[in-house]
């Protein structure tokens, strides 16, 4: 007998792109720019990627969990950071008004984000 063992190979970037395009495009709705929306998801994409491929490594029993790409994955408070940080690269003048929109928070949420955000930065 046999025994045959899964690899759970690490789906494509291309995957990891098309589900980050298809998770933010409805909440987006054109409210952003196409051309810094398109960066901001492949440098997702990319950065997503990267860590499920470090995790994998890092992580050898839990390959199946960084097998493919979770959307839950842009919720944590990280990759939120990076969201923000992208944008304000992008457009310093209308980062707080793009993260609010793809982040999907109020303007007081996004205040005490920021609160939070800056507690981070600089510990």
Do not use: A, G, W
């Amino acid at each position: 007998m046999t025994l045959e063992k899964n690899d759970y190979k690490l789906e494509s970037k291309k995957s990891f792109l098309e589900k980050i395009e298809n998770h933010y495009t409805p909440i987006v709705q054109d409210k952003i720019p196409k051309s810094i929306l398109h960066n901001l998801y492949v440098y997702l994409s990319n950065y997503q990627y990267n860590v499920y491929k470090d995790f994998r490594l890092q992580y050898p029993k839990s390959k199946d969990r960084y097998s493919s790409f979770k959307i839950k994955d842009l919720q944590y408070p990280f990759t939120q950071y990076c969201i923000t940080n992208f944008l304000k690269e992008k457009d310093l003048t209308n980062y707080r008004l793009f993260s609010k929109i793809i982040l999907q928070m109020t303007e007081d949420e996004f205040i005490e984000y920021e609160i939070k955000k800056h507690q981070y930065d600089t510990k």
